[in-house]
C-alpha cells in the first residue's frame, strides 16, 4: 500500500499539521463555552474539509474543471473571498445592532432621573 | 407647557447666550448635553436650564431623541427645538409658536440670501428637489434645526436617524404620516460657516433618502 504521506510536500504537511490545529482550537473554544454547538460545527466542518483537501489535492481537479477553473489555486482564492464577504457582512449587521444598543443604553441613561425636574419648572420661569 | 429642546456639544462659547434668549419665551429650557468635553454642561446649568447628558457622543438625531422624550416625560404640550450654536433668533419663537394654531408642526425656513454660504444654498437646493421628487414633500429648508410642533406629533414624525441626516428623516415622516406642517421664514446668523451639515453629510444623507425610499421604511 502506498505511503500516501510520505508523497505529501513540506506546504501540505504544514497545512495538514496547521488545519488539525485549527480543529482543536475550535473544540476547545467550544469547550470553553466561546463557541456554541452550532458554531463549533461550522468551523470544525470548515477545517475538515481543507483537510481532505490537502490530503487529496486531486479532488481540487474535478472542482475546478467542474467550473472551469484553469487553476486549482483560483477556487481557493474565489471560495475564501466568498468567505470573508460573508463574515464582513454578518460583522456589518453586528456591528450596526450594537451601535443601536449602545444608543439606547447612553439615552436612557440620561433620562433615569428626569421626572425629578418636573418641580423645576412649577417654581416659576427660569 | 413650552419646553425648548437644544441639543449641544462643545456649545460652552455659544450656549449662555442661547439658553437666555430661549427662556424669555418658554417655561422650561432642556439642554442635551452629547457628550460635551467643555464646560457646555456647567455653563447651562448655572443659566437655569435642565441638562441631561449623555455619557457618550450620539450625533444629532440621538440628542433630539433624547431631549423630546425628556420634554414629554415633563409633560410638555409644545416642543420647540433649537440649534446651540446662536445660528436661531430666539426672538422668532413666539412666531413658531404662533404658527401652530393652524397646523400640527412648524419648520423655521432659512433665508437663502447672501448671508447663507453658497455650499449650503446649493446643498438645501439639491435636497429640496430630492425630498419632493422622493417622497412628494414641498419644504424649501429641510435641514433647518428650528422647529415648534405639539408633543403627540412626535409618534407620527420618530426618527432612526443617529446624526445630520435626522432633519431629513423628519420632514420624510412629515411627508408619510401627512402631518400638517407650516414653513416659515426666519433670520439665521452665520457664525461658522464650516459647521453643519458638509458636503460628506449631504452625500450621507442622500444615501439615506434611497434606502428610505426604496428599502422599505417602516
Redesign the interface.
Known amino acids: 500500500m502506498e505511503i500516501w504521506w510520505k508523497k505529501m510536500t513540506p506546504m501540505q504537511i504544514l497545512a495538514l499539521v496547521y488545519s488539525i490545529f485549527m480543529i482543536f482550537l475550535s473544540y476547545t473554544s467550544y469547550k470553553r463555552k466561546e463557541l456554541n454547538y452550532k458554531e463549533f460545527i461550522f468551523w470544525s466542518s470548515l477545517w475538515v474539509g481543507v483537510l481532505i483537501l490537502i490530503v487529496f489535492p486531486g479532488l481540487f481537479l474535478v472542482i475546478s474543471m467542474g467550473f472551469k477553473y484553469s487553476r486549482i489555486l483560483d477556487i481557493a482564492y474565489n471560495i475564501a473571498f466568498l468567505i470573508i464577504f460573508l463574515i464582513v457582512f454578518q460583522m456589518y449587521k453586528k456591528i450596526n445592532i450594537l451601535n443601536k444598543s449602545i444608543e439606547n443604553i447612553v439615552r436612557q441613561i440620561a433620562l433615569a432621573n428626569i421626572e425629578d425636574f418636573k418641580d423645576h419648572d412649577k417654581k416659576g420661569k427660569i | 407647557?413650552i419646553v425648548a429642546v437644544i441639543p449641544a456639544y462643545n456649545e460652552e462659547k455659544n450656549i449662555k447666550d442661547v439658553i437666555r434668549g430661549v427662556?424669555k419665551y418658554v417655561?422650561?429650557?432642556l439642554v442635551?448635553n452629547d457628550g460635551s468635553i467643555d464646560r457646555t454642561a456647567e455653563i447651562a446649568r448655572k443659566?437655569?436650564?435642565?441638562v441631561?447628558?449623555?455619557?457618550?457622543n450620539?450625533g444629532l438625531g440621538?440628542s433630539l431623541?433624547?431631549g423630546i422624550?425628556?420634554a414629554i416625560?415633563?409633560?410638555a404640550d409644545i416642543i420647540v427645538t433649537i440649534d446651540a450654536d446662536g445660528q436661531h433668533d430666539p426672538n422668532e419663537i413666539p412666531k413658531l409658536v404662533e404658527a401652530l394654531r393652524t397646523c400640527e408642526i412648524v419648520i423655521g425656513s432659512r433665508e437663502t440670501g447672501k448671508k447663507m454660504p453658497f455650499i449650503k444654498k446649493m446643498g438645501n437646493l439639491v435636497l429640496y428637489w430630492i425630498t419632493k421628487i422622493l417622497f412628494n414633500v414641498s419644504i424649501k429648508d429641510t435641514q433647518s434645526g428650528f422647529r415648534a410642533f405639539k408633543s403627540e406629533v412626535y409618534n407620527k414624525i420618530k426618527w432612526e436617524s443617529?446624526g445630520y441626516e435626522v432633519a431629513s428623516e423628519i420632514v420624510i415622516n412629515i411627508g408619510k404620516s401627512k402631518v400638517k406642517y407650516k414653513e416659515i421664514p426666519i433670520n439665521t446668523i452665520y457664525i461658522d460657516k464650516y459647521k453643519g451639515t458638509t458636503i460628506i453629510d449631504g452625500i450621507k444623507i442622500f444615501m439615506n433618502m434611497l434606502k428610505w425610499k426604496f428599502g422599505g421604511k417602516k
Open positions: 407647557m427662556k417655561d422650561t429650557v442635551v443659566e437655569g436650564a435642565i441631561v447628558t449623555h455619557i457618550k450620539l440621538a431623541k433624547t422624550e425628556g416625560r415633563l409633560g443617529p
